[in-house]
Nanobody
Framework: HVQLVESGGGSVQAGGSLRLSCARS???????MAWFRQTPGKEREEVAS????????YYADSVKGRFTISVDNDKNTLYLQMNSLSPEDTAMYYC?????????????????WGQGTQVTVS
């Protein structure tokens, strides 16, 4: 079992930046990790995903050029640097992980999820 703990959320003005972190409880080889977000009444949306070797798997069109996903395997931590934030980015942000070296398009194929961290942009 892997535990994921997000941090770094908060309130920020439009145009500002935040960096989210997701610490995992143990090292896993060949891992896919991702950030998702969800607002009340809407489906959860995948924001970005990355392989444990640092290869980028996916960015949503809505965040390309503004958000950067990265991973530090020495620290067992996933990051999401968010710049030029807008109110449309307001959501609960979740990190997810899937062992096996494949980044799926279907969120249901991710095995582990964090509790989420709230991002509010005004």
């Amino acid at each position: 079992h892997v535990q994921l703990v997000e941090s770094g959320g908060g309130s920020v003005q439009a145009g500002g930046s935040l960096r989210l972190s997701c610490a995992r409880s143990r090292d896993i080889r060949s891992l896919c990790m991702a950030w998702f977000r969800q607002t009340p009444g809407k489906e959860r949306e995948e924001v970005a995903s990355i392989y444990s070797d640092g290869r980028i798997a996916y960015y949503a069109d809505s965040v390309k050029g503004r958000f950067t996903i990265s991973v530090d395997n020495d620290k067992n931590t996933l990051y999401l640097q968010m710049n030029s934030l807008s109110p449309e980015d307001t959501a609960m942000y979740y990190c997810a992980a899937r062992p096996g070296g494949f980044c799926p398009a279907d969120e249901n194929e991710f095995d582990y999820w964090g509790q989420g961290t709230q991002v509010t942009v005004s």
